[in-house]
């Protein structure tokens, strides 16, 4: 099964997932989804996945990701 790297935030990871969502990337990075979202680098484009948390991405070897946080905070 292969195994493809990726790095969000400059950390590598690894997943044997052909597809995941932003949420799924988000979590496993220990990201809450409620507060941030994720951005794809390619090249000088990004693709941002803020209103497509639950949108598969289709992993290819050294994806480059990064969160933004969002602003939201909890109410007190």
Same mark, same amino acid.
């Given at each position: ?13 690894? #997943? %044997? ?9 988000? !979590?496993?990075?220990? *990201? =809450?989804? #409620? %507060? ?9 484009? !990004?693709?941002?996945? *803020? =209103? ?25």
């Amino acid at each position: 099964m292969p195994t493809f790297q990726y790095t969000v935030d400059d950390e590598p990871y690894n #997943t %044997s997932e052909h597809t995941l969502t932003a949420r799924q990337i988000l !979590q496993l990075v220990g *990201k =809450d989804p #409620t %507060s941030y979202y994720l951005k794809q680098i390619k090249g000088q484009h !990004q693709e941002s996945y *803020k =209103d497509k948390m639950d949108e598969p991405i289709h992993m290819h070897q050294h994806m480059k990701f990064i969160t933004i946080y969002n602003g939201s905070t909890g109410v007190s």
